[in-house]
């Protein structure tokens, strides 16, 4: 093999990690020192060390307040998108007519929920004369103000966000394709009801698949800002005022870089430390095949 056919795919990648490097290496690297600064856009960056993280952890309510409706969001998104995508994968499993119909149809939501026209259309349908209280006033229920209750702003944007289940749900159908299908004969012969066969053989194969989607919808939700600021703006009383919205504001509004900096790496440190523990409490019910446990 020539010299320039040895180096043909790294030619192919380069335009790719110049990319990586310059838009996303250098403001991570930039980011981590302007959190030890006071930098403001107008003005130099003077260096104060670990008071912007102080700060963040001792006198501002603001943080602990926005991280609570954080977790809050996280735990309530993650498991709720998880279990909606594993059941829609379950019956799109099945042989049914016009199925690559449905699993087109059902993974859409996934390519334009993100969208900020989808997040207004959303704010539109939950509004008080939208189409959700239309629809209750069908059945003589009264027009419920999704966005004045902080308990149902909370619904909202985590029903939006539930709905871009597709590509989870994708993931899930292809593992659940992957099943040996020996397995659920032998099952059958033994007489198991649809439920055990399910509770025995699919979720514990598909736990590796559970994990990969569980890491990665947690981290997508830890990032979530266009359903909250369109929807909700972060409303009522702030129950729906996200970590990324908080940044935001800090970095845009009030032009305060370095604090905005130092906000933002203390939501990466709560998600390595919380993609650490999945991946050490994975140990405990991660099954994968050829494992011998007892």
């Known amino acids: 093999m020539s010299g320039e056919s ?30 030890f600064t006071d930098y403001r856009l107008m003005r130099g960056a003077e260096f104060v060390g ?61 390519i334009l929920g993100g969208s900020i026209a989808v997040a207004v259309l ?3 349908i939950f509004a008080d004369t939208g189409l959700v209280n239309m629809a209750l006033g069908v059945f003589g229920i009264e027009a419920i103000n999704w966005f004045g209750d902080p308990a149902t702003a909370m619904f909202t ?32 012969i033994d007489g198991a009801s649809k439920w055990r066969v399910f509770l025995s053989i699919t979720l514990p194969l598909l736990t590796p698949v559970i994990f990969f989607n569980l890491v990665m919808q947690m981290v ?28 935001y504001e800090t970095a845009f509004k009030k032009f305060d870089m370095g604090y905005a900096s130092a906000i933002a790496w203390a939501l990466f440190a709560i998600i390595m430390v919380l993609t650490v523990v999945a991946f050490w409490s994975s140990k405990k ?9 007892s």
């Open 6 to 35: 040895r180096f043909l795919g790294f030619w192919y990648v380069l335009p790719y990690v110049i990319g990586l490097l310059i838009f996303t290496g250098v403001p991570f690297v930039a980011s981590f020192w302007l959190s």
């Open 50 to 110: 670990l008071e912007n993280y102080v700060d963040l952890f001792t006198a501002d309510r603001t943080f602990m307040r926005s991280l609570n409706v954080t977790l809050a969001y996280v735990a309530l998104t993650v498991p709720l998108k998880l279990a909606f995508a594993l059941f829609i994968a379950v019956i799109l499993n099945y042989k049914l007519r016009a199925i690559g119909f449905f699993r087109t149809a059902y993974y859409v939501p996934s």
């Open 122 to 124: 959303w704010r539109y």
């Open 157 to 188: 944007i985590t029903l939006l966000r539930v709905w871009q289940f597709g590509s989870a749900m994708v993931i899930f159908l292809a593992a659940l394709q992957s099943i040996d299908k020996s397995l659920y004969e032998a099952a059958a």
């Open 220 to 247: 997508q939700a830890f990032q979530e800002f266009n359903g909250p600021y369109v929807i909700t703006n972060g409303g009522p009383l702030r129950a729906t005022y996200l970590l990324p919205l908080y940044i």
């Open 285 to 293: 019910w991660v099954y994968y095949a050829g494992d011998k446990r």
